[in-house]
C-alpha cells in the first residue's frame, strides 16, 4: 500500500468525547468513526485490523472441528418467549416491530435462533456431537456505551454452538474452546488471565472468561502471580456483601456440631425429601463448615483435595464413588448434618466450578425445602464463599500468597448451558435406548470488535499505537526521507517490492510531507517496524527502528531481506 492513496484520515487533536485512550487513539488513527451512541463504522484500517483478528479466531475454531455459518440478526419474539428471555434479558433487548405488527428483537446473543435451527434435524444420537460458530454483527441496547468499542451497541462477536448427547461429550468441547480462547490471545500477543465467571443472562452452569489485562478496563479481578489462580469480580464476593437475614443464617450455622457427617442417604431420610431433590440443591459454607457439593453431570473433581482443603475444618465427605454409582453425578457431600431443630434449612444453589481444589458456587434460586411440617428445615447457603480480596491469602491449597488485584478487558466467555435452552425449545433426540432426551448444549463468545480496542488499551504509548505483528494493519511502513534524492527512492522502491512480493503486509510512505510529520503518522497507526532509508544509505546503511523500542539500529542494506525472519 501505498501511504498517498490510503484512507486514513487521521487526526492531531483528541476528541471531544474520548473516554479512554484506546477510543482516542483509534479515532485519532483513522480506524474508526462514530456514528451514533455505541454505533461505529470501521474505516480501512479498522476493518483490516478487524480482517486479522477474524482469521486467527477463525483458524482456532476451524482447529477445533468448528463450522462457519451464519445466522439471521433479526429474531422473531417467539423464540425469545418460548425460553423466557423475551423479558428475561432485560431492556438490553433492542426491540422491534414489522408492518403487521409483528414482534422481533436484534440479536444479542443466538442460542434460541440455533437451538431453533437445529431442533427436529438432529434427532438421532448418531448425529452428535455438532459444532458451529459464526462470526458476526450483535445488537445489545447497552445502559451506557462507552470507551468506544469496547462498549458499543452493534459490535462484532465470534460466538459459537456445540450440541452434545451428554455432559462427557460437553466437557470435552469445552477444553476444547478453552484452549483455543488461549491459543487466540497468544496469537495475538496479549497479557491475558483466564477466570472463572458467572453465567450471567446466558445462564447455564459453568463457565470462564478471558481477560484481556489492563489499568482502565472494566473487569475487576483477583489473581495470584505464584500459583495462577484468578476470579472475576461478578464471581468474587466477600462476606461482607451478604444480607442481614443471611448473616443471622451464618451465626446459627455457625453453633452446629461439626463433627457428624453423613451421607446424601442419610441426609435426604433426615429431611423427609428425595435424594434427588437433595442432590439438586447444593449445600456450601466451605469456610465455616458445611459443604455440600453438587456437579452436574460427571465432572471430574479432585475429591482428595478438596478434603485436604477442609481437612483443617473437620469436615467430612461421602464417598463420591458412591454417590456416582447411584445417581450418575459426582457430589461430595461433607459434613456436619447434625441440623438443630431451629435452622431451617436450605437454598438452591449449584455449583460452578471447582479449581485447584477450591469449591466456587454461585447463588442461584433460592427456596426452601420442606422436609417435613412438623419441622421447617432451612439450609442456608452462601454464594460464592470465597475469600478472594486483594491483599487475602490465595484459597489454593498450598499456595500461600497473597491475592493481588488488576484489571481486566473481558474479550471472551465460554459457557456449559446443559439442556437450558432445548429443555424449553423441546430440543429433543432419541438415544441408544430409544428414549428421547433434551440436547446438551455448550455456547462460546469472542468480542472481536471489543478485541480491537482491548489490544490499543493495553499497547500504547504517548506516540500511539503498539499493534503486534500478528494483526498490524501494515506489518512494516518503508520511510524514504529525502524525496529528491533519486538512490532513496529506488532503494525505497527495491525494498517495497520485496517485501511485497513475500507476502508481507508493507506500506511505503511516499507522502509528499516531511519526515517528521511521516513518522508521527507511522507512530501513531502503530506500524511494528519502520525501515528508514536516508542519508546513510550512501555508506550502504539504513535505519531499522521497532515501535516497542526507543533505540534504533543501521543495517547494511544488503541484510534487509534477512530482515524479517
Ligand atoms: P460485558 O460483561 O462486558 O457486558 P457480557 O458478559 O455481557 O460482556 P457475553 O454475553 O459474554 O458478554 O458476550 C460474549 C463477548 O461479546 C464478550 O466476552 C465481549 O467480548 C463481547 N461483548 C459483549 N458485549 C459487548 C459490547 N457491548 N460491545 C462489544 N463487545 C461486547
Ligand atoms: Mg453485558
Ligand atoms: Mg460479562
Ligand atoms: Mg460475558
Redesign the pocket.
Known amino acids: 500500500m501505498r501511504f498517498s492513496k490510503l484512507y486514513a484520515p487521521t487526526l492531531k487533536e483528541t476528541p471531544s468525547d474520548s473516554d479512554i485512550k484506546s477510543y482516542e487513539l483509534l479515532i485519532r488513527g483513522g480506524f474508526i468513526r462514530k456514528i451514533s451512541s455505541g454505533v461505529y463504522s470501521y474505516l480501512p484500517l479498522g476493518w483490516k485490523v478487524i480482517r486479522k483478528i477474524e482469521n486467527i479466531v477463525r483458524e482456532e475454531m476451524e482447529k477445533i472441528g468448528s463450522q462457519e455459518i451464519m445466522l439471521p440478526i433479526i429474531h422473531p419474539a417467539e423464540l425469545w418467549k418460548m425460553t423466557g428471555r423475551w423479558e428475561d434479558y432485560g431492556p438490553e433487548l433492542m426491540k422491534l416491530k414489522d408492518r403487521h405488527d409483528r414482534e422481533f428483537t436484534l440479536g444479542p446473543?443466538h442460542e434460541e435462533i440455533v437451538t431453533f435451527l437445529m431442533k427436529n434435524e438432529l434427532r438421532s444420537y448418531k448425529q452428535f456431537p455438532v459444532n458451529l460458530f459464526q462470526i458476526a454483527t450483535k445488537f445489545?441496547d447497552?445502559i451506557r456505551p462507552r470507551f468506544g468499542?469496547?462498549?458499543?451497541r452493534e459490535?462484532i462477536?465470534k460466538d459459537a454452538y456445540t450440541f452434545h448427547t451428554d455432559y462427557n461429550s460437553l466437557h470435552e468441547s469445552y477444553q476444547h474452546f478453552y484452549d483455543a480462547y488461549n491459543n487466540i490471545l497468544k496469537r495475538i500477543g496479549l497479557k491475558f488471565v483466564v477466570v472463572e465467571a458467572d453465567t450471567?443472562a446466558?445462564g447455564g452452569s459453568f463457565s470462564h472468561e478471558f481477560h484481556v489485562l489492563a489499568q482502565n478496563g472494566?473487569g475487576e479481578i483477583f489473581y495470584c502471580e505464584k500459583c495462577g489462580y484468578a476470579a472475576s469480580d461478578e464471581k468474587a464476593r466477600s462476606g461482607e456483601d451478604f444480607s442481614a437475614d443471611e448473616k443471622q443464617a451464618i451465626k446459627e450455622m455457625e453453633k452446629v456440631d461439626t463433627q457428624n457427617a453423613r451421607t446424601i442417604e442419610e441426609v435426604a431420610k433426615f429431611l423427609n425429601v428425595s435424594e434427588k431433590k437433595l442432590i439438586k440443591s447444593l449445600l456450601l459454607r466451605s469456610s465455616k463448615g458445611w459443604v455440600l457439593a453438587l456437579i452436574r453431570g460427571d465432572y471430574e473433581i479432585n475429591f482428595a483435595k478438596i478434603r485436604s482443603v477442609l481437612q483443617d475444618q473437620s469436615l467430612q465427605i461421602a464417598d463420591p464413588q458412591d454417590v456416582l454409582k447411584e445417581f450418575g453425578v459426582n457430589i461430595g457431600f461433607i459434613g456436619p448434618i447434625n441440623i438443630p431443630e431451629n435452622i431451617r434449612i436450605v437454598a438452591d444453589l449449584s455449583i460452578k466450578s471447582i479449581r485447584n481444589g477450591v469449591i466456587g458456587a454461585m447463588e442461584e434460586k433460592r427456596h426452601y425445602i420442606n422436609a417435613n411440617p412438623e419441622r421447617d428445615f432451612r439450609i442456608d447457603l452462601f454464594a460464592d464463599i470465597r475469600y478472594v480480596k486483594e491483599g487475602e491469602k490465595c484459597p489454593t491449597q498450598g499456595c500461600n500468597s497473597i491475592l493481588k488485584q488488576t484489571r481486566g478487558i473481558?474479550?471472551?466467555?465460554i459457557f456449559e448451558l446443559g439442556d437450558k435452552y432445548s429443555s424449553k425449545m423441546n430440543a429433543v433426540f432419541t438415544d441408544e435406548n430409544g428414549e428421547q432426551k433434551p440436547y446438551i448444549m455448550g455456547c462460546y463468545?469472542?468480542?472481536v470488535?471489543?478485541t480491537l480496542g482491548a489490544i490499543v488499551e493495553q499497547l500504547n504509548d504517548e506516540n500511539g499505537i503498539i499493534w503486534p505483528k500478528s494483526v498490524a494493519p501494515f506489518e512494516v511502513a518503508i520511510i524514504p526521507i529525502a524525496k529528491n534524492d533519486e538512490a532513496i527512492v529506488s532503494t525505497s522502491q527495491e525494498i517495497y517490492d520485496y517485501f511485497l512480493k513475500e507476502g508481507i503486509d508493507v506500506v511505503i510512505d511516499d507522502r509528499e510531507v516531511s519526515a517528521g510529520f511521516k513518522f508521527k503518522d507511522i507512530d501513531l497507526i502503530g506500524v511494528p517496524i519502520k525501515i528508514i532509508i536516508g542519508k546513510r544509505l550512501k555508506e550502504g546503511k539504513i535505519e531499522l527502528k521497532q515501535r516497542n523500542k526507543t533505540e534504533s539500529t543501521l543495517i547494511e542494506f544488503k541484510n534487509v531481506k534477512e530482515l524479517y525472519d
Open positions: 446473543t445489545r447497552e468499542v469496547l462498549r458499543a459490535f462477536m450471567g446466558i472494566e473481558e474479550v471472551g466467555q463468545g469472542w468480542g470488535s471489543r
